[in-house]
């Protein structure tokens, strides 16, 4: 393990050093070596197959206060609960290198809870709305009557309620349900889980699909450029080939020699689409320069607001993904943390949201030579929408409700000897190269006058009387 750090830290400091504008081109074969997926750089391969930076995940539930009076028509009442933190690892496996300079992998992630970074354990009870009896009620209410009765039957029968009060444990990773136990006996494939059912079921000891990306060896400036994802170039979940496009990286890292100009497109299997990050503002940390990339206002805009994204809807209020059409057609929706940069309307339905840019906003510090995150910080929020469906008793009178769930950070940084490396390499390094480059170029001026006086003086002396 040390020595892997050391290795990765070396080739940091070539990688870094080598693609430092002013000192190599992009075509420099200096920084295409540090830089380019190959098996045959140890260095930079191991940097890419592994990568370096711890990654936690911080969850932060919405615990309801006031269910009883939400199914009699109520505004709900949450508090927020959290964080609980769990440590991520991540391995890409089944690597397979092709003809046409790209790369095939599989990216397994697995979690650790972390109870000395959490605000309490995976033992705390929180209620929350039941996904399988609210989201299913959605779903099936344009169905006959007699239809919509039977399943409330089947609810009763299996003691399934409108509201869920579980530990976080449970929640998040699976708990024994008798309807689930009857669905995937009599109607197999209709739950996303096989087994336990819990909202983060699918994300531990899973992949996140077949990515196939650009090695740069062809061409440097589409380095981890994703090129197909589970063998397609686009996906089929949205309503236009713009929404269905699969643009930009696999979210890990970009090419090098970014401008201000320069956005991060990047493609998340976990909200089924591609999103782009624009430049904020310069920054520095650890005296390294970056440029800061944040979420644009319109990125979960409806189509009223923002026409490009018509292709994601059907749409509610800005600032609420429909991912309904990759999610079993479950009424849910992506949005950021408290409904930040969502609807200020969205706010009036629910009591307890206080959305900041501070704690809400999403955002990658990268380091713009290299391409290469500094500090990732990225923030979803899961969003259940719910109503009364008459026949279906368990929903009560509940009111039309955008109804958040719970809402997650997984954030990354570098730090210690990695982070020491880039601030030599980056800074450093590129100050004194700087200034032997001007000495240098004093030192040349210098010799060059001092030859021309010598010369004038030796041609008078010679300068026949």
């Given at each position: 393990m040390v020595e892997n750090k050391i290795r990765i830290t070396v080739y940091f400091s070539l990688s870094v050093t080598g693609c430092h504008a002013g000192l190599f081109s992009p075509s420099s074969s200096v920084c295409w070596q540090n830089t380019v997926i190959d098996p045959s750089n140890d260095l930079s391969y191991t940097m890419w197959k592994d990568l370096p930076v711890p990654f936690f995940m911080s969850v932060y539930f919405f615990n309801v206060l006031n269910p009883q009076e939400i199914l009699n028509g109520e505004k709900p009442m949450v508090e927020q609960r959290g964080p609980y933190v769990y440590r991520k690892q991540a391995r890409k496996q089944n690597i397979t290198f092709h003809d046409n300079g790209t790369v095939s992998y599989l990216?397994?992630?697995?979690?650790?809870?972390?109870?000395?970074?959490?605000?309490?354990?995976?033992?705390?009870?929180v209620t929350i709305p039941n996904m399988l009896v609210l989201g299913a009620s959605v779903m099936m209410e344009n169905l006959p009557f007699a239809v919509r009765l039977l399943i409330s039957s089947t609810f009763k029968t299996f003691k399934e309620g409108p509201f869920l009060t579980k530990k976080v444990g449970e929640l998040m990773?699976?708990?024994?349900?008798?309807?689930?136990e009857f669905l995937n006996k009599y109607l197999p494939g209709m739950l996303p889980s096989s087994g336990k059912f819990g909202l983060f079921t699918e994300f531990n000891n899973s992949n996140t699909g077949l990515f196939t990306i650009h090695t740069g060896k062809d061409d440097i400036r589409k380095v981890h450029q994703v090129d197909s994802w589970n063998g397609l170039k686009e996906v089929s979940y949205w309503k236009t080939p713009q929404a269905n496009m699969i643009n930009g990286t696999a979210g890990q890292m970009w090419p090098p020699f970014m401008t201000k100009e320069t956005t991060l497109p990047f493609y998340s299997p976990d909200a089924c689409r591609s999103l782009e990050l624009v430049y904020e503002r310069p920054g520095v940390m650890e005296g390294i320069p970056l440029y800061r990339y944040v979420a644009p206002k319109t990125m979960f805009a409806n189509g009223s607001t923002y026409a490009p994204n018509e292709g994601f809807c059907p749409c509610r209020q800005s600032g609420l993904l429909n991912v309904s059409t990759c999610r079993y057609n479950s009424p849910v929706f992506i949005s950021h943390p408290h409904f930040f940069n969502a609807d200020p309307v969205l706010l009036d339905f629910v009591q307890g949201l206080n959305p900041t840019e501070e704690q809400h906003g999403l955002f990658i510090d990268i380091h713009p030579e290299t391409g290469v995150p500094l500090n990732v910080s990225i923030r979803l929020q899961l969003n259940l929408y719910m109503k009364r469906v008459s026949g279906i008793t368990e929903t009560g009178k509940i009111s039309e409700v955008v109804m958040p769930m719970l809402w997650f950070e997984e954030r990354g940084y570098i730090d210690g000897p990695i982070l020491s490396t880039f601030y030599t390499s980056l800074v450093v390094l590129p100050t004194v190269m700087e200034v032997l480059q001007y000495s240098f170029i004093a030192l040349g001026l210098a010799t060059i006058v001092v030859a021309v006086v010598v010369y004038r003086r030796l041609k008078v002396r010679l300068r026949p009387c």
């Open positions: 990216e397994y992630r697995r979690y650790f809870f972390e109870p000395s970074m959490s605000v309490g354990s995976e033992e705390d009870v990773w699976g708990y024994d349900s008798g309807l689930v």
